[in-house]
């Protein structure tokens, strides 16, 4: 076991993958020479060269379809946007071609191919390169959607996300790619649509994922020294859906606060608190379930209030001990 | 051009069946046999059976929202077609697609798409896969007019002449988009002249002379094959019939119809026919052969079952 950081995590699944299967190839801007907007693609131009690593001009809407088209005829390429804001630019490609192909044409193809992406706040970029727009793609069947929280999960996932004979979408948070963690030294994959059980406890539950996991972790410490024992459910996958784990934990402490960075107003916590008031889990519950997302507002450029219209550590916190008053 | 009395047949009886059956769906819809829409290509199949017949059988084809000439010219079976339109289970994708979406990758027709423009860059995608694979195949890609005014013909245009991928674009300029002709939406004389941008070849083919299509195609797809890269064809012919099965015509004269009409691929190609000393006796015999099929697979595809929606839920992941 390596202890290594997020974007290390997901250089080293990319380098293994890439190593593995001579079908998979990647496109994005300025990956080679440049490595990637984010560097996570240093030094693979040496290694695997222009062909299988490739720059392609600034058209995330054209070289998304290229890459429908390639998985089709039987590749698996792996498609970079530098900010995952940029999906609006691929919104056709993803949407009605990578998700409906395989449907449409009666199961004559498969379209395994992986869209990964920066997301998310915190690093000043304003509103056009700081946002989390996953919720949208939960919403077209065709498509999973992946969004992990720790070196581990990313690695895992990730491995699993290019192994799958089906159109995934891959979010990495910009300032999580700093968390560390511990990393086996083999290969291992991690299925998709498994929730993980970040912190068991009895009191309350609070689920998130990405980089909003980590804040709700710090949240459950605080908890923990007011003598609450908090649950932190991570959801890993956003769709499919984990709703097994989702309804036991709230069952089993009847308190449920959803916490994520993406706009609340139709998102993913909307999802998941329907999940539980459609299951038996609603007879278990002691509090109306709480969501706690993103502001309705564009991310601002301010950094102070870049950090208010998401939740924090501390708001996190707040709003779990109005659950346990 | 002169072409051996089998391939001679063979066009021929492509051209009559992608007439019959445009003519035969349009019947359909009119007595409400068949729902939802369909874009019929009447008047353009010479585009189809010369760019087909001037590739290999293993070459592969990505076609439009007008594409069942296409799909006829590149082998597909006519009640495979009637099936998918008629939404049953024997149709080539299981009656998911309808009109819009006839694919069979088994015969390297990597089929069409019902949105105008993500096919272009889907083929150059595949045309990447086809550099990968180095097989010498190439792919030949059908579009309107209307679709080399999108974004993404022109970002597919220069990424396939950067990468010089074996690929052979070529537009089907009917004239009009749904009811909006031409001169209102293209800036350029000629769609081939988008070509010069992207610093590849632009040829510009009267789209109703089957040999015409046949040379500049055969051209084009030797030079992809070669390494060289991709062309752009701009095919020009007419589409007969309403953009879809509700276009009453209002935006053109009757004249004008009349006047293409009078340039009818098909016609022109029973006329090389004649001269090359078929008789009328045989053309006619392999009109009959055409239709009578095309009754067969309206009978079969009319009595075909549909699939359950547990097998159409089956279908949306791997």
Not at chain 2, 57 to 68: F, P, Y
Not at chain 2, 108 to 126: K, M
Not at chain 2, 202 to 208: E, F
Request: hydrophobic letters at 40%.
């Amino acid at each position: 076991m390596a202890v290594i950081t997020f974007k290390q995590a997901i250089t080293d699944a990319l380098r293994e993958e890439m190593r593995r299967d001579e079908k998979i190839f990647m496109m994005g801007e300025d990956m080679g020479i440049y490595g990637g907007c984010f560097g996570i693609t240093n030094g693979f131009l040496e290694e695997f060269g222009e062909e299988r690593l490739m720059d392609t001009p600034i058209v995330e809407s054209g070289f998304t379809s290229m890459a429908v088209g390639a998985a089709m005829a039987g590749y698996r390429p792996i498609v970079e946007y530098m900010f995952s804001d940029f999906v609006t630019i691929a919104m056709d490609a993803l949407v009605n071609q990578a998700a409906k192909q395989r449907f449409m044409l009666g199961g004559q193809v498969k379209i395994p191919m992986v869209v990964r992406t920066p997301t998310g706040s915190g690093s000043g970029a304003a509103a056009q390169h700081s946002q989390s727009l996953e919720a949208w793609f939960c919403h077209v069947p065709g498509l999973k959607v992946i969004m992990p929280s720790t070196p581990y999960d990313a690695k895992g996932l990730l491995k699993a996300a290019i192994r799958d004979d089906n159109p995934v979408l891959f979010f990495e948070h910009k300032i999580g790619y700093s968390v560390k963690g511990e990393v086996p030294d083999d290969d291992y994959v991690i299925p998709i649509g498994k929730a993980d059980v970040k912190r068991a406890g009895k009191d309350i539950t609070i689920i998130s994922y990405s980089y909003t996991l980590q804040k709700a972790l710090k949240a459950a410490e605080m908890l923990e020294k007011d003598g609450i024992d908090a649950e932190v459910v991570d959801l890993r996958t956003l769709s499919p859906l984990d709703t097994q784990t989702i309804i036991e934990s709230a069952k089993k402490t009847g308190r449920v606060l959803i916490t994520h960075e993406g706009v609340q107003n139709y998102g993913v916590g909307a999802e998941v608190a329907g999940v539980i008031g459609d299951s038996e889990a609603f007879f278990y519950l002691d509090r109306p379930i709480k969501r706690f997302g993103g502001d309705f507002i564009p991310i601002p450029y301010s950094p102070e209030l870049e950090a208010q219209v998401v939740p924090q550590v501390e708001t996190i916190y707040e709003k779990a001990k109005e659950l346990l008053k | 051009m002169k072409l051996s009395k089998e391939t001679a047949r063979d066009m021929l009886y492509k051209l009559y069946s992608a007439r019959i059956f445009e003519e035969r769906v349009n019947e359909m819809f009119m007595r409400g046999m068949i729902h939802g829409t369909t874009h019929l290509s009447v008047g353009q199949e010479g585009v189809a059976v010369g760019a087909i017949y001037a590739t290999n059988k293993d070459d592969l084809m990505m076609s439009s929202h007008r594409g069942h000439s296409h799909c006829i010219a590149k082998e597909a079976d006519v009640k495979k077609m009637m099936c998918e339109l008629l939404g049953r289970e024997p149709g080539f994708c299981k009656g998911m697609g309808g009109s819009m979406h006839i694919v069979d990758i088994e015969s390297n027709n990597y089929g069409a798409n019902g949105i105008i423009g993500p096919a272009i860059p889907i083929a150059t995608g595949v045309a990447l896969a086809l550099k990968k694979d180095k097989e010498n195949k190439i792919i030949i890609d059908f579009f309107g007019d209307g679709t080399s005014n999108t974004g993404v013909f022109h970002e597919a245009l220069n990424m396939a002449q950067l990468w010089k991928l074996p690929i052979v674009y070529i537009c089907e300029n009917n004239q009009y988009g749904m009811s909006t002709s031409v001169e209102k939406t293209v800036s350029v004389p000629n769609i081939a002249d988008r070509a010069v941008a992207y610093g590849m070849p632009g040829v510009v083919v009267d789209g109703n002379d089957v040999f015409a299509m046949m040379e500049a195609v055969g051209e084009a797809a030797e030079r992809a094959r070669r390494g060289d890269g991709p062309t752009l064809i701009e095919a020009k012919t007419y589409r007969w019939l309403g953009h879809s099965k509700s276009d009453k015509r209002a935006y053109r004269t009757r004249e004008e119809e009349a006047e293409w009409k009078a340039k009818c691929p098909i016609m022109r190609f029973e006329q090389y026919m004649l001269k090359d000393g078929f008789k009328d006796d045989e053309l006619k015999a392999i009109y009959k052969q055409a239709e009578d099929y095309m009754e067969e697979a309206v009978e079969y595809a009319m009595a075909a079952p549909i699939v359950s929606l547990d097998e159409a839920k089956s279908l949306v992941y791997a």
